[in-house]
């Protein structure tokens, strides 16, 4: 299936062309996809639907450049990330995607300061320039008055923003969202959702956000819906 | 060179608050863990500080002199007719006899080496000690006389002139009692640093304690010391002495002071052995400690490796940061140890024990420290580098 909102001009940023991926069970391979085709324009926010089982977390991790397929064209940004080494596939990720989990996943034991700080490890900034960055980072998820809090001293909400800001703050293209909102109250993670949409629509970010939730599916500008392993429909909103 | 050094540099700066951040996810087990480190190096420091006296500590000894005790035993005393013979060995330059008192100075606590000596032989062949010449002359002519080595006068506040009474646990004298009265004429200390830091003895005259003790035991030594002109022929001497005497009544072994010392200690048993199997079943027990506590802590933050290989963390940079993890709780805990081996002895052990943490237990140490991080931190390292990450971010 390709993406009516792709452009036969333009190559997309994320392209997908007969995409298959099976895990080995014991004795058994089991495919979960089955030849997915699928166009990610720049600057699109897709929200990826289905039922548990459907493949919609595989295709993210795929994506995201956390997993390798087992057949098929996986192209971003015309690099053809399924054939990069486990070391050039991190320092891609390094670059290229921020990752939003469900379960925020931060440092237990450092300051939201520190846990945005963490990808800018891996460049060459000095301290101070990472410090730098971080901040800035907070003050755009709003949480400039948290950075020095640990996770356990802030809300549920407060610790998703603060996993959106280490996503961001290495300032790059993807972003891959897991169910953000999944363990947030309707309130927050409305306030979670529209801050996503405002980095898709003022910064530009490429959104890739897995949900089961039809209201944080409105948020994107399409859905994508997935049922064993293969695209069965998509509406643009 | 340097550039390449500021780049560890700041890679360490860098890192280390993560590293650190992991160690303190857990204070409390970090801490016993810590303590537990502290102790196994205290511990080992202290007995590889005994062990480098043991095996090293006769090293100050002069390579031309040589003991010749019995050979079946140095307990078993040679009849004083030898020493002539010895004396006419070519090569041996001086020969003098010692017999080992055993005497107790008021308490058993304040026990402290004593050996029945000639005077001038012993100052023929221990030049290494000094002490003034009228003193010199004094233990030569005094019957009873006796002099003491200064860290041992300074101890018990001793004088020349005082009588110094032993209770010998080996020796009687013709009354039947036990009690030998010493003048202490002289006090002599070490030609250098090394020699006064030993100056912790008694010498006395030959000539009272064998004419005073039980007339079966007189005409006795316990060993003879043989001073050789050159220490290359120490052997070729030490071989010529034991032949001259072979299939006697008094068949000698000849060996270096040197190995004679360590020989007496090793009458206590294999003491080097002892201490390094203690140390290494610390060793052994603290590494299975570290170990289990270095497994648990990756198995608890196996998805938070998960997410950090997410950000873009290479395996091997995972694998960096859980063996800088081990080798900074080893390194901590092993210094703190280390620290308490060194700053103890000198403030519980009087100065004549020498027993101290030296650069040699340092570097022992250390050594312990880089294959306990390495052992603990190598398995849960490799865990952590073969992490997938989906598996570990889906729980399984």
């Given at each position: 299936m390709?993406s009516?909102?792709?452009?036969?001009n333009?190559?997309?940023?994320?392209?997908?062309?007969?995409?298959?991926k099976?895990?080995?069970?014991?004795?058994?391979?089991v495919?979960?996809l089955?030849?997915?085709?699928?166009?990610i324009?720049?600057?699109?926010?897709?929200?990826?639907?289905?039922?548990?089982?459907?493949g919609?977390?595989?295709?993210l991790n795929?994506?995201?450049?956390?997993?390798?397929?087992?057949?098929g064209?996986?192209?971003?940004?015309?690099?053809?990330?399924?054939?990069?080494s486990s070391?050039?596939?991190?320092?891609?990720?390094?670059?290229t995607?921020?990752?939003?989990?469900?379960?925020?996943?931060?440092?237990?034991?450092?300051?939201?300061?520190?846990?945005?700080e963490l990808?800018?490890?891996?460049?060459?900034?000095?301290?101070?320039q990472?410090?730098?960055?971080a901040?800035?980072?907070l003050?755009l998820?709003?949480?400039?008055?948290?950075?020095?809090?640990k996770?356990?001293?802030l809300?549920?909400?407060?610790?998703q923003?603060v996993?959106?800001?280490?996503?961001?703050v290495?300032?790059?293209?993807?972003?891959?969202?897991d169910?953000?909102?999944?363990d947030l109250d309707?309130?927050?993670?409305?306030e979670?959702l529209?801050?996503?949409?405002?980095?898709?629509?003022?910064?530009?970010k490429?959104?890739v956000m897995?949900?089961h939730?039809?209201?944080a599916?409105e948020?994107?500008?399409?859905?994508?819906?997935?049922?064993?392993?293969t695209?069965?429909?998509?509406?643009?909103? | 060179m340097?550039?390449?050094?500021?780049g560890r540099?700041?890679?360490?700066a860098?890192y280390?608050?993560?590293?650190?951040?992991?160690?303190l996810?857990?204070k409390?087990?970090?801490a016993?863990?810590?303590?537990?480190?502290?102790?196994?190096?205290?511990?080992?420091g202290?007995?590889?500080a005994?062990?480098?006296?043991i095996?090293?500590?006769?090293e100050f000894?002069?390579?031309?002199?040589?003991?010749?005790?019995?050979?079946?035993?140095?307990?078993?005393?040679?009849?004083?007719?030898?020493?002539p013979?010895?004396?006419a060995v070519?090569?041996?330059?001086?020969?003098?006899h010692?017999?080992f008192?055993g005497?107790?100075?008021q308490?058993a606590r304040?026990f402290f080496?004593?050996?029945?000596v000639?005077p001038q032989?012993?100052y023929?062949?221990?030049?290494e000690?000094?002490?003034?010449e009228?003193?010199?002359r004094?233990?030569i002519?005094t019957?009873?006389g006796?002099?003491a080595?200064?860290?041992?006068?300074?101890?018990?506040?001793?004088?020349?002139?005082?009588?110094i009474?032993?209770?010998?646990?080996?020796?009687?004298?013709?009354?039947?009692?036990?009690?030998?009265?010493?003048?202490?004429?002289?006090?002599f200390?070490?030609?250098d640093?090394?020699?006064?830091k030993?100056?912790?003895?008694?010498?006395?005259?030959y000539?009272?304690?064998d004419?005073?003790?039980?007339?079966?035991?007189r005409?006795?030594?316990?060993?003879?010391?043989v001073?050789?002109?050159d220490?290359?022929?120490?052997?070729?001497?030490a071989?010529?002495?034991?032949?001259r005497?072979e299939?006697s009544?008094?068949?000698?072994?000849?060996?270096?002071?040197?190995e004679?010392?360590?020989?007496?200690?090793?009458?206590?048993?294999?003491?080097g052995?002892?201490?390094?199997?203690?140390?290494?079943?610390?060793?052994?027990?603290?590494?299975?400690?570290t170990?289990?506590?270095m497994?648990?802590?990756v198995r608890?933050?196996?998805?938070?490796?998960a997410?950090?290989?997410c950000?873009?963390?290479?395996?091997?940079?995972?694998?960096?940061?859980v063996l800088?993890e081990?080798?900074t709780?080893?390194?901590?805990?092993?210094?703190?140890?280390?620290?308490?081996a060194t700053?103890?002895?000198?403030?519980?052990?009087?100065?004549?024990?020498?027993?101290?943490?030296?650069?040699d237990?340092?570097?022992?140490?250390?050594?312990?420290?880089v294959?306990?991080a390495?052992a603990?931190?190598?398995?849960?390292a490799?865990?952590?580098?073969?992490i997938?990450?989906?598996?570990?971010?889906?729980?399984?």
């Amino acid at each position: 299936m390709r993406s009516p909102s792709s452009s036969d001009n333009v190559s997309p940023l994320v392209e997908i062309r007969a995409l298959t991926k099976a895990y080995v069970r014991g004795k058994q391979s089991v495919e979960v996809l089955h030849g997915i085709d699928l166009d990610i324009p720049e600057g699109d926010f897709i929200a990826l639907m289905g039922p548990s089982g459907s493949g919609k977390t595989t295709l993210l991790n795929l994506i995201g450049g956390l997993d390798s397929p087992s057949g098929g064209v996986l192209r971003i940004d015309g690099d053809r990330i399924e054939e990069h080494s486990s070391d050039e596939l991190a320092a891609w990720r390094a670059a290229t995607v921020g990752f939003i989990f469900q379960s925020y996943n931060l440092m237990p034991v450092l300051t939201a300061q520190k846990n945005v700080e963490l990808p800018l490890l891996l460049t060459d900034m000095t301290g101070s320039q990472r410090a730098r960055r971080a901040s800035v980072a907070l003050e755009l998820v709003g949480l400039a008055d948290r950075a020095s809090h640990k996770p356990n001293e802030l809300s549920g909400g407060q610790q998703q923003r603060v996993a959106i800001a280490r996503a961001l703050v290495s300032d790059p293209r993807i972003l891959i969202c897991d169910e953000p909102t999944g363990d947030l109250d309707r309130k927050t993670a409305d306030e979670i959702l529209g801050l996503l949409q405002r980095l898709n629509r003022e910064f530009g970010k490429t959104i890739v956000m897995v949900t089961h939730d039809p209201k944080a599916a409105e948020y994107a500008r399409r859905v994508v819906h997935l049922d064993k392993g293969t695209l069965v429909d998509e509406a643009a909103h | 060179m340097r550039r390449r050094t500021d780049g560890r540099v700041s890679v360490i700066a860098k890192y280390l608050p993560l590293v650190l951040s992991a160690l303190l996810r857990k204070k409390t087990r970090t801490a016993f863990t810590l303590v537990s480190l502290m102790m196994a190096f205290l511990l080992i420091g202290l007995l590889q500080a005994v062990n480098s006296v043991i095996s090293g500590g006769a090293e100050f000894l002069g390579a031309n002199r040589m003991i010749t005790q019995a050979k079946t035993s140095f307990t078993q005393p040679l009849p004083m007719r030898l020493l002539p013979q010895i004396a006419a060995v070519p090569g041996v330059e001086f020969v003098s006899h010692s017999q080992f008192f055993g005497g107790v100075y008021q308490d058993a606590r304040n026990f402290f080496p004593q050996f029945a000596v000639n005077p001038q032989r012993l100052y023929d062949t221990y030049p290494e000690w000094v002490l003034p010449e009228a003193q010199r002359r004094a233990f030569i002519s005094t019957q009873d006389g006796a002099i003491a080595g200064k860290l041992l006068a300074e101890k018990h506040g001793w004088k020349v002139g005082d009588i110094i009474p032993l209770n010998s646990f080996i020796w009687t004298k013709t009354d039947g009692s036990r009690i030998w009265e010493w003048r202490l004429v002289g006090i002599f200390d070490g030609r250098d640093e090394e020699w006064s830091k030993r100056a912790s003895l008694m010498y006395l005259n030959y000539a009272q304690f064998d004419e005073a003790r039980v007339a079966g035991a007189r005409g006795l030594a316990g060993v003879f010391v043989v001073r050789v002109a050159d220490p290359m022929q120490s052997e070729k001497i030490a071989a010529q002495i034991d032949k001259r005497f072979e299939n006697s009544a008094d068949e000698t072994k000849t060996q270096s002071e040197q190995e004679f010392q360590l020989g007496f200690l090793k009458q206590l048993g294999n003491i080097g052995f002892i201490l390094n199997a203690i140390s290494g079943a610390v060793f052994f027990t603290i590494l299975i400690l570290t170990g289990y506590t270095m497994s648990q802590a990756v198995r608890e933050r196996v998805p938070e490796l998960a997410v950090l290989k997410c950000l873009g963390f290479t395996d091997r940079s995972v694998l960096g940061l859980v063996l800088a993890e081990s080798l900074t709780l080893c390194v901590l805990g092993a210094l703190a140890g280390m620290v308490m081996a060194t700053i103890i002895p000198p403030l519980v052990l009087p100065p004549e024990f020498p027993i101290r943490a030296t650069a040699d237990v340092w570097l022992f140490s250390a050594g312990a420290v880089v294959v306990l991080a390495t052992a603990v931190g190598l398995p849960p390292a490799v865990h952590a580098m073969r992490i997938r990450i989906v598996d570990a971010l889906a729980g399984r």
